[in-house]
């Protein structure tokens, strides 16, 4: 298993911006189980019913970091990318985890009842850090 395990693309996560953080903070949360309820028009963008449907979501923060102002989220990606890194592909891997991160980000302020100031989305294969807007 070790074998599988690219050490170039760890070593690189710790010259980012994150890593840094990461390497300087007094504490650091990871591996975060977390369960929460949530209306079903806040998790699915094309709920019709007018019920109070609730859905139960569950998900496990990879890290979380304090600040003085809140919670940075960050979330590690092992997906397979070919395509050359710009800003294009940067939306696209936006795109595709937004509604994610925004659970994540409303799960952690819920249950934590403190702001989050940011949601980073890390990706190994590209060695590439993605911050992601509110």
Do not use: C
């Not at 592909?89 to 595709?96: C, F, G, H, Q, V």
């Amino acid at each position: 298993e070790a074998n599988s395990v690219d050490i170039k693309a760890v070593e690189k996560f710790f010259d980012t911006e994150i890593g840094g953080l990461m390497m300087s903070a007094e504490k650091i949360y990871r591996e975060v189980p977390f369960t929460i309820t949530l209306p079903a028009k806040q998790v699915y963008a094309n709920w019709k019913s007018e019920t109070n449907e609730q859905v139960l979501v569950q998900g496990v923060f990879d890290a979380v970091i304090p600040s003085e102002d809140g919670w940075i989220i960050l979330d590690y990606k092992t997906d397979h990318i070919t395509e050359e890194v710009n800003e294009e592909l940067k939306s696209k891997l936006i795109n595709r985890y937004k509604v994610q991160l925004s659970l994540y980000r409303h799960a952690l302020e819920t249950i934590w009842k403190s702001p989050v100031q940011e949601t980073y989305l890390y990706f190994f294969a590209k060695q590439l850090l993605v911050k992601v807007p509110k």
